[in-house]
Every structure is written in structure tokens, then in C-alpha cells.
């Protein structure tokens, strides 16, 4: 999704701002551009291609400067063209990037009309940028901050007027933004990790804050317009560029990664305590007596694998909402709930409304379960658990998925043990099962091979099926979001019992219908409705465990998973799911790590 960098420094700013771009390009974008102030005005290059033609025009023109903004832009309003793409400019004196929704752009645009402004994008950008400069009056900060008040919906904006050369203003509402701090020379970035190599400096703005970057100073205004001091975070963490060593994109590596991934993720030590969640958990999870978890994606469907582990181990009553949804809907609050969050980025647009819709409820505990320490979620909440996946970039969500499922695993053992649910001997069991599961999972991975052989079939199929169970029925769910979202072939999924009252009849010769058969206690009812395909002339795929008896026979085929693995089998059954994807979309050809119109991190609603 949109990207931004800004700096202020006393050499040539061109280069850090196009690496700042690259290093933000896995979030996917369909347009980028840059802005200097050079010779008393603004310059610009803008590109509809990748931050790599956009480098070459800017080598190619010169463009060079001591002051200047980039972007990426992930289309909303307007199509990816070039006149939409930013910086956008007002009367060649102003020059602003923006992430984000304008929701009253229309009455803007109305009014700067009606003053003369005359509008050349079909962006809600370009109402900011005029109003900025209706606004200014040789102090550029003070217009940004008149301006924000009047703009209704979710931006961080980077701004440079001609007349201030040396100086870059930014803005956040909704919208991640933050500062990094240099010598002789500052930074603003939508993401930290685009000033990776210029500074482990930042200032993290929070909501409403306005902040004007000079050479020496950095300014933050909050959104009542007192100037204050923010918190200087120390992050060395972003440095080093990601490689992608021998595999052929990243979501390949980052599946092959989840054995080590998942290993960082499971707490050191040998029990489940409630100050694995933070210093306020053990007050927390004793006032609270059900769980709302609220997410979006492939994160959602964490949150539904977790209500079978929160009610059947911990015996707490959960509810797991799409945050899109419970934000704008009248829910009934309860002071008694743990509002759980979970997000890969924790910048996600929806999540994050959620969160504070569930907060301007009265609900007082809130945890975030996130990748990154220093996002919006983690910040916002009062508890957190940070996932140990690392920096995740192909789009498809792999290795973020399965050490939430760790996160949320504890969770679970964390709350049944303090409701006494969990004795001393589960709890070993417990711990042992979860040691072991980096070794499960590279039994799993071992299956590759067969896989690919599926993966040709279905890479010409343009539908697909995918059936669950339980436990299983989310992960089903998570298969068939991977192969649409890569491969781009429509596939649905269903609680394989709920077949009968509908999607069976799309079940044809030309339907592969993929089955996660674990071997619990649902198996048998499982085992009826693959009958139920069979008898339809459905093509059966199925992930079977090795004691399950499910032999490969016309129409049925079979991989066997190596391992039954009980309550912690979605981790491993996911696997299977998100190598048949990611073959399958490689036969296609697809683009697999940023595929089409979708972005890593969304931050718009
Ligand atoms: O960063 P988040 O976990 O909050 O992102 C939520 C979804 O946008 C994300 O999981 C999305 O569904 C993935 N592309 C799925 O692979």
C-alpha cells in the first residue's frame, strides 16, 4: 500500500529517498514518484512502472536536491496513471505526498474551486495540497496544521513549499508516520524501515501530530496545536537488506522458514504464565470473563482457529469478529471482555479502527498479538505478545499466520491454567508438543515434492473447493484465500458438513475439492462427506494424517502428513495449503509476492 519518504539534509537527497521507496515496494503499488526543491521550485519524476524506471529517470534527468518527498501510490481514488500519481503539486510552489482517505474531498475540492484552484488529478490528494497553500502565509507548518483541522478521514502527508527550502512538514491521522532523527539532516518515513541505513533514530507521531523537519530541528505540534516532546525510540532491527538466497520469491522462502520462525516464537520458558502478555496480564485476565477478537485476512482466520483452542482449553467464551465489520456496527459492549487484536503489520486500517472503536466502548483490556514491536496495535494496547516471524514481504500472509497460531495457542494454555482448566501434567504435555513442532513442520515440508505434482493439475483448473472440519474448518478457509490471492483461480471454502446445503452443487468432474483430514474425532463424518463428493464426480485432494486409513484410489488422491498432531494440527496442516498455493501460481506464472491490486500492509479502509 502507499508508501512515503521525506528528508531535509545538506547533500543530494535523491538516493535515499529511492531506496527508501525500494525498500517499501513489497507493500505493493501500482504508481511512484519524488519531489526536491531545487532552484527556488519544485521538480518532480513520476513513473506508472517500478521504483527501478523511476530511479532511471531520475539518473537520467538529474533531478537532484537537498529537500525532497517520495511515495508510493496504491490507487483509490483515480486510476494508476501518471497525473495521479504523487507528489502532487499546487501552483508549482507546493509539492505533497499522501497515505490515505480524504472523506470530505468532494466538498474541498468544491470550495478551492470556487477560490480559483483548478484540479488536474482525479486524486482526494490534491484537495490537501490546495488547501495547504490557500492556507499559507510563509510559515508552512502553521498552514498544515490550519489545514488538517478541516480534513474529515485517514492521512500522513509529507509537504515542501519553494519557499522554505530547508524544511519538510508531516502529518498523521489514521495513517502510520514517523520521524527519523540524523545529524545535520532529517527523516520522515510511513514505516521505519524505509530509513533503514540513514538512522536507527525515530520519533513514533502519534494521532493528530503535526511536525516540521529542519536540518537541525525536528518540531511536534499535537493535534490541540502545544508543541511536544515524543518519545526518541532507539530501532536497529530494520538494518540489512532481505535476501532471498536460493528459492524463487519470497513467499517460497518465508514458508521454508516457519520452522525457525515458529521456534523464536515459543516462549523460553516451561510454563504458561500470564507475564508472557505483559506486566498488566495477570490483573487483567482475572477481571475478564470472554474474548473478542477482532482482525481482517488471513489474520481473521488465526482468530477462528484460536475460539476452538480458548473454548476447549480454556473453557472462556470467544467471539471473533472481521474488523471491518464490528467497527461500524452497534455491538454491545461488555467491561468483562479481552479485546484481542491480531495483525501481522499492526498498522492494518480496520484493526486499528476496531481497537479504538471496542476502546471508545469502555472495553479496558485490550491485547495485541503482533509481528512488529513498534506498530500502532502494540502501542495502542494494554497488553501485547509479539510474534517472532520476521520481516515478512511476499503479500501472502505464511509465516505471520502460523506463529500467530503459536501466539494464540498460549493464550489459550495461559488462560485455561489460570482458570484451572490446565493442570501441571497438561501443561507439561503442552510444552513438550509445541517444542517439538519446528521438527513436525520440516517433516511437513518434506512433502514438496508431491505437492508440485498436484500443483500442475490444478493450475489449470479455474475453481476449487476446499473442505474442514472443526479446528480445521479456518484452516480450510486459509487454503483456499492463499490460492485466490496468488493464483488468482476462485476457490471457497466450507465446513465440509455444510456441503449438503448448497455448495455440492457446483460439484463436478471439473471441481477439485481439497480436504484437510486430520485424524480427530470428526474424521468419520469427514470420511461421509468426501463419500458425498465422490458420488458427484468431484475430484477429492485430501491432507490426511498417516493413521487416518484414506488411500488414494480413482478420484482420491492422497498426501500423507507425517505426523497426527492433536490440538496443534492446524499449524501443521496449513503447510500443505500454502505449498499447493504457491506451486500452483508459479505454474500460472502469476507475480506470487505482490500479486494483482492487493498490497503487504493495508492501510487504508
Ligand atoms: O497485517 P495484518 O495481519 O493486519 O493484515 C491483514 C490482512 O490484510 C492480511 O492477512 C491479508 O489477508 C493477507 N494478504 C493474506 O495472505
Known amino acids: 500500500m502507499c508508501g512515503i519518504v521525506g528528508a531535509v539534509a545538506q547533500r543530494n537527497i535523491v538516493p535515499v529517498l529511492i531506496e527508501g521507496l525500494r525498500r517499501l515496494e513489497y507493500r505493493g503499488y501500482d504508481s511512484c514518484g519524488v519531489a526536491v526543491l531545487a532552484g527556488g521550485e519544485p521538480h518532480r519524476a513520476r513513473s506508472v512502472a517500478r521504483v527501478a524506471d523511476l530511479d532511471e529517470q531520475v539518473r537520467e534527468t538529474h533531478l537532484e536536491g537537498f529537500t525532497g518527498i517520495a511515495h508510493t501510490r496504491w490507487a483509490t481514488h483515480g486510476a494508476p496513471v501518471t497525473n495521479n500519481a504523487h507528489p502532487i503539486f499546487s501552483r508549482n510552489a507546493l509539492a505533497l505526498v499522501h497515505n490515505g482517505i480524504i472523506e470530505n474531498y468532494e466538498s474541498l475540492r468544491d470550495m478551492l474551486r470556487g477560490k480559483g484552484y483548478e484540479f488536474v488529478s482525479q486524486t482526494d490528494t490534491e484537495v490537501i495540497a490546495h488547501l495547504i497553500h490557500s492556507l499559507y502565509r510563509g510559515d508552512l507548518f502553521a498552514a498544515v496544521r490550519e489545514a488538517v483541522q478541516q480534513l474529515h478521514g485517514a492521512y500522513a502527508i509529507a509537504v515542501e513549499h519553494k519557499d522554505q527550502p530547508d524544511t519538510v512538514v508531516g502529518a498523521r491521522q489514521g495513517s502510520p508516520l514517523v520521524v527519523g532523527l540524523g545529524e545535520g539532516e532529517n527523516f520522515l518515513a510511513s514505516d521505519a524501515l524505509a530509513l533503514a541505513g540513514s538512522t536507527e533514530h525515530f520519533i513514533f507521531l502519534e494521532e493528530g501530530d503535526v511536525c516540521e523537519l529542519t536540518l537541525e530541528r525536528v518540531r511536534v505540534a499535537d493535534r490541540d496545536g502545544n508543541d511536544v516532546e515524543r518519545e526518541v525510540r532507539t530501532v536497529a532491527a530494520y538494518g540489512g537488506a532481505v535476501e532471498l538466497g536460493p528459492y524463487r520469491h519470497f513467499m517460497q522462502k518465508e514458508i521454508f522458514e516457519q520452522p525457525r520462525a515458529i521456534g523464536d516464537t515459543i516462549p523460553q520458558a516451561d510454563s504458561f ?35 476452538y483452542w ?37 498498522e492494518t486500517a480496520d484493526t486499528l479502527a476496531a481497537l479504538k472503536h471496542a476502546q471508545s466502548l469502555g472495553h479496558k483490556h485490550t491485547l495485541s498479538i503482533c509481528n512488529v514491536g513498534t506498530s500502532a496495535m502494540v502501542r495502542l494496547t494494554e497488553l501485547s505478545f509479539l510474534t517472532h516471524a520476521g520481516r515478512e514481504i511476499g503479500v501472502a500472509s505464511t509465516k505471520a499466520f502460523t506463529t500467530q497460531l503459536v501466539a494464540l495457542f498460549v493464550l489459550a494454555a495461559t488462560l485455561g491454567k489460570l482458570r484451572g482448566h490446565v493442570d501441571a501434567s497438561l501443561e507439561a504435555q503442552y510444552v513438550r508438543q509445541l517444542r517439538h513442532l519446528p521438527a513436525a513442520l520440516n517433516s511437513v515440508l518434506a512433502l514438496e515434492p508431491q505437492i508440485i505434482a498436484w500443483s500442475e493439475d490444478f493450475s489449470r483448473k479455474e475453481n476449487a473447493l476446499f473442505l474442514g472440519r472443526g479446528l480445521h474448518y479456518p484452516i480450510a478457509l486459509e487454503g483456499a484465500l492463499k490460492l485466490k490471492e496468488i493464483s488468482y483461480i476462485h476457490a471457497e471454502a466450507y465446513p465440509a458438513g455444510e456441503l449438503k446445503h448448497g455448495p455440492l452443487a457446483l460439484v463436478t468432474e471439473a471441481m477439485p475439492v481439497v480436504t484437510v483430514a486430520p485424524n480427530d474425532t470428526l474424521l468419520e463424518k469427514l470420511k461421509s462427506n468426501m463419500q458425498e463428493v465422490r458420488a458427484r464426480g468431484g475430484e477429492l485432494y485430501v491432507f490426511a494424517d498417516s493413521d487416518t486409513r484414506i488411500v488414494s484410489e480413482e478420484g482420491l488422491h492422497v498426501i500423507r502428513m507425517p505426523e497426527h498432531y492433536g490440538l496443534l494440527s492446524p499449524i501443521l496442516h496449513v503447510v500443505p495449503l500454502q505449498l499447493l498455493a504457491y506451486h500452483t501460481a508459479c505454474s500460472r506464472g502469476t507475480d506470487v509476492d505482490k500479486p494483482r491490486n492487493l498490497a503487504k500492509s493495508v492501510t487504508v479502509e
Do not use: M, W
Open 273 to 307: 504464565d500470564a507475564s508472557l502478555f505483559g506486566d498488566a496480564a495477570a490483573t487483567a485476565f482475572g477481571e475478564i470473563d470472554n474474548l473478542l477478537i477482532l482482525a481482517c485476512g488471513t489474520s481473521y482466520y488465526s482468530g477462528l482457529t484460536a475460539k
Open 310 to 346: 480458548l473454548e476447549s482449553i480454556a473453557k472462556i467464551p470467544t467471539q471473533v469478529e472481521i474488523a471491518s465489520e464490528y467497527r461500524y456496527r452497534d455491538s454491545v459492549p461488555n467491561p468483562k471482555s479481552l479485546v484481542v487484536v491480531i495483525s501481522q503489520s499492526g
